[in-house]
């Protein structure tokens, strides 16, 4: 990032590591996505495809991150648990959270149409996740059994609910006849009323599914004479166990043993609240003004992948454009945003509660969404360019004491956006003039602002003229009730002053 004199803001950014020896848990979980189901009719209580689209997401997760190495999941939800010795982004949990939830928000939205082709997504879904930090091998164990034993309550519930609701009852009425049974009930209900043995059942509906890495022995080539060439591989295996917290589950996998540790004892009984203590969630200092900055993952590679125009995309930044808005549209407490190249800020207003003021619930739905919106976008921004494979972006929350301190915030983001995008003209200048990049880059090296105008002009750029949005990035605030999008200077006092109310909510 380029350096100025606003860049004391940075010294408001809280660390986040989760130490060592902590196992490292994300688990992500569907935002209102009874909503969801019910738009897209999925079918009740377990819908087979949509189980399979989760369980597919998930495995492309484990084959993007090899830092994890076992994941378990059931109905919206998913839980990864990465390797002991993990350094994933710094072991940061903001980067850690917000890295898995968009990437797997990317992967649901892009397989969508693969597992449900004769039905259209009809708006963004979006995930929230926070970090489990397990203190040890067993607060892990404790952990995966009480998201198994979840599972397992969960399902028969929703069994007998939506059986009991297919056979007349409405669904106030079979709640009130379920409140307060037994498992042993709930098993009698089925048998008697319906004939229904739960434990005959489809084990995905009532086990959940596993994804681990295990050994195969797999042919890796053919010698001259035909015959095969075979070798020792780990591969992504979905397996389904009625107690994957069980010391006999976790002997049958080395990779679990070796990656995590071994279990002392089998255990029976969680408190669920003695493991919500070991979420890593923090809440943000009241009356600050909230920012959550979102930021591309290796996004040179993806633009070069897409063929994005050097040094500005138009296209490219029109998708991330209308991507913010739709997030400001659907947050009403983000009073502002700020965007430029593949970053956008969201600024929420002092007084927000949305999500209690939990940082990572806030950070992690507005990745998600955002991430969702622009794989689903993408076609219509670049009708005659396929989405290659999946973007992602990462995020974090920073609270700012004073709208002073904020305007400093956001001053610091559009000198940046001026400082970089100069360089950037002359460097792509330089480099269609033929120009290696690491020439291009030499040359450029101790350059002033005024030296790189001056060499913009021996190429016939006025850089003064070049488009706003590429010199000043995007602001968008609410306009009356409308979501509006300038290109200005947000620097200047002047631009406040002509919009008082933003900062005022």
Known sequence: MANSKFEYVKSYEVEDEIFLPNLIVVRIDGRDFRRFAEVHTFEKPNDVVALNLMNSCAVCVLEEFPDIVFSYGFSDEYSFVFKKTSKFHQRRASKVE??????????????????????????????????????????????????????????????????LIKGGKTECEALELLEGTSKEEKNDLLFEKFEINYQKLDEMFRQGSCILKTEVIDVVKHNENGSPVRRLRKKLRIVHSKNIASISFWNKHKILLNELGNFAKDIGKVEPDFLRSFQFDKKLMPSTWIVIRIDGCHFHRFSDVHEFVKPNDEQALNLMNSCAVAVVKEFQDTVFAYGVSDEYSFVMKKDSHFYQRRASEIVSVMVSLFTSLYAMKWKCIFPERDLKYPPYFDGRAVCYPSTEILRDYLAWRQVDCHINNQYNTCFWQLVKSGKSKREAQNFLKGTLAGDKDKLLKQFGTDYSELPVMFRQGSSIFWDKKKVDVEHCNIIEPSFWCAHPTILNT
Not at 133 to 156: A, F, K, M, P
């Open 98 to 163: 917000s890295v898995i939830v968009s990437f797997f928000s990317s992967v649901y939205v892009i397989k969508w149409r693969e597992f449900f082709p004769h039905k259209e997504l009809r708006y963004p879904p979006s995930f929230h996740s926070k970090v489990i930090s397990c203190g040890t091998i067993e607060v892990l164990q404790s952990y995966l059994l009480w998201r198994q034993n979840d599972c397992h309550t969960n399902n028969l519930r929703n069994t007998c609910l939506w059986e």
